[in-house]
């Protein structure tokens, strides 16, 4: 096993050049989270808690539609890349903007007017949320800007270019830093904002981010810089194959977010101390999972490609890598963060009853950490790299609903056990999916070339050199 893990230097040369970028990409993301959640920490559980449950909220539901319409076109987008073809990448784009924007606008106009119905789904506390509905009101345009900058990243990172995303993503993370500092704190004469500062400080991000995508890409000319023409010259083919491909993951990824919103709904229904203890707990975990991420797209990126030039076998060598490699660093990972868990933890300026709430689930997720990165892996990283996206729309949503959120009910509202062992009965949902999905790896029946029949495709000839 050991050789076959460290064998293709070829692998790790593409792992090299695409995932390093993604993992600092990845983690200036979650960056932006833990940032807000030091240094609102110091403002009270109460603060921290709806700002938290607000970007649980942003992520889970409306990050996870979007999702949807990228992660779907990027499916079709790295295989249309193994031959070339941009022409067909630029209606995907296209597909995605139409998409997006109606996703967009619609939750723009949704937590502009009505951000406390978003806030009593999850607390009852009023400090919650009053709170959280003046973060959402303030965030409320970033949600048409974020899809256009997602838009762009993932396209290029589907071409072979993460530098680009990571660049900026880096400038804007380092523009969020300081507006946060000056925002939330009242410096240099400023108001302190508190929470509306963090808030204006991630709208400010987000809108310089997107201004920087749309001008590099033109700028640099890069293959998705297409003509406006270009995006919106449709073909009943392509558009076929996409909405096929998007629709079941955007789906699956609207439930797996609305379930995760229940989660952190039955965390806050047990005490506002446990939202401070989740939402200390979380930042980690994104930080933890930042690597994986990367191998994830990484591998969904080089397996499209493979499959795009006729190449399965090539494609499940690569499964099978990722894999491997994917379950020795997060034993390695979750170890360290499992001993270490009390020292990660005084870094937040928590109430004594939330830092108590937030050392075993914390202990917990690095325990369970491998299960969750090796099924993300197969998930999206292999089997929808191979266009298998009903299966995992199947296993993804049935897993969540008919076992882990049945679990967490139970056990909180029935049972009225504590956090930590309602955040263990979560757990159950990761396991289950984790034996599901190495089981359709294996069978090998997810390796699907989508571009086929829609492929402006180069000669054999010239394929054969690529």
């Known amino acids: 096993m050991i050789q076959f893990l460290f064998s293709d230097r070829e692998y790790y040369q593409k792992i090299k050049i695409i ?6 990409q990845n983690l200036i993301n979650v960056s932006v989270n833990l940032i807000d959640t030091l240094m609102l920490s110091s403002l009270g559980d109460a603060a921290l808690g709806s700002v938290n449950i607000a970007t649980q909220f942003n992520f889970y539901f409306f990050n996870m539609l979007i999702f949807g319409f990228i992660a779907g076109g990027a499916i ?18 296209g597909i995605q903007f139409i998409g997006c924007t109606a996703i967009g606008l619609f939750f723009a106009v949704l937590t502009r007017f009505h951000p406390e ?51 900026i993503y880096t400038l804007s993370l380092g523009l969020k830093v300081i507006l946060n500092w000056l925002l939330i704190f009242g410096q240099f ?24 995508f749309v001008l590099v890409t033109y700028l640099k000319r890069a293959p998705i810089a297409g003509h406006p023409r270009a995006f919106f010259n449709f073909r009943a083919a392509v558009t076929k194959l996409a909405l096929r491909n998007m629709l079941p993951v955007m789906l699956n990824e609207g439930i797996w977010g609305f379930g995760t919103n229940v989660y952190s709904s039955i965390y806050a229904n047990i005490s506002t101390a446990s939202i401070a203890a989740v939402a200390a707990v ?16 990484a591998c969904a990126v080089m397996i499209g490609h493979q499959i795009g030039k006729g190449r399965p076998d090539k494609a499940y ?103 930590e062992v309602v ?39 010239l394929l054969e050199e690529l």
């Not at 079709?76 to 784009?93: E, S």
């Not at 959280?132 to 990172?157: D, E, K, M, W």
């Not at 509306?196 to 920087?212: D, F, K, N, P, Y």
């Not at 998930?379 to 897993?399: E, N, P, T, Y």
Request: glycine share 8%; proline share 4%; hydrophobic share 50%.
């Open 19 to 24: 995932a390093i970028p993604l993992i600092l």
């Open 117 to 167: 119905w978003i806030m009593r789904f999850y607390s009852k506390d009023p400090e919650v949320i009053l709170n959280g509905g003046v973060y959402l009101r303030t965030l409320a345009p970033s949600f048409v800007l974020v899809p256009i900058s997602n838009i762009f990243s993932n396209a290029h990172r589907c071409t072979g270019n993460t530098r680009t995303p990571m660049i």
């Open 189 to 212: 004469g400023l108001p302190a904002l508190g929470v509306q500062g963090a808030a204006i400080s991630t709208l400010i991000a987000r809108a310089v981010e997107c201004v920087l």
């Open 76 to 93: 079709l987008n790295a295989q249309y890349w193994g031959t070339k073809d941009t022409a067909n990448i630029h209606r995907v784009m």
């Open 282 to 297: 979380n930042p980690i975990d994104n930080f933890m999972f930042t690597i994986f991420l990367a191998v994830g797209d």
């Open 317 to 419: 060598e690569y499964g099978k890598r990722s894999i491997l490699l994917t379950m020795l660093l997060s034993f390695g990972l979750g170890t360290i963060v499992f001993l270490s868990r009390g020292r990660i933890l005084s870094i937040y300026s928590l109430s004594d009853e939330a830092a108590s709430a937030a050392f075993q689930p914390l202990g917990i997720m690095a325990a369970t950490i491998w299960a969750r990165t090796t099924s993300y892996i197969l998930i999206i990283g292999i089997l929808r790299a191979g266009g298998d996206v009903r299966f995992c729309l199947v296993v993804d949503s049935g897993a969540s609903w008919l076992i882990g959120i049945p679990a967490a009910w139970i056990m909180a509202f029935v049972f009225h056990l504590p956090i």
């Open 423 to 461: 955040y263990l009965g979560v757990m159950l949902q990761e396991f289950s999916e984790f034996v599901l999905f190495f089981l359709r790896f294996r069978s090998r029946k997810w390796l699907n070339n989508l571009t086929l029949e829609t492929s402006e495709a180069l000669s054999p000839a």
